[in-house]
């Protein structure tokens, strides 16, 4: 039988790289994670300001009508 060995010893810069790549990586993944977080964050903001101005000129819009229609009456009899 003849067979060639394979050398499956991890080498010495492997095992050096190996904590130097996963703090990396787990500290991107961090990042990753909070950069996420702050554009939920803006995106909830910018949400509720466009809520917060629709609610507001519905409002207005609706205090102007009654406004306009209660005048309505009073002016028909003046006439």
């Given at each position: ?10 080498g010495v ?27 939920a964050w ?33 002016e028909r009899?003046?006439?």
């Open positions: 039988m003849t067979g060639t060995a394979r050398d499956t010893r991890l810069g492997a095992l050096i790289a190996l904590p130097i790549v996963c703090c990396v990586g787990l500290s991107l993944l961090v990042v990753a994670g909070l950069g996420v977080a702050a554009v803006i995106g909830g903001l910018a949400l509720g300001m466009v809520a917060l101005a629709v609610a507001v000129i519905l409002v207005a819009v609706r205090a102007r009508r009654r406004g306009a229609a209660s005048r309505a009456p009073q009899r003046n006439r």
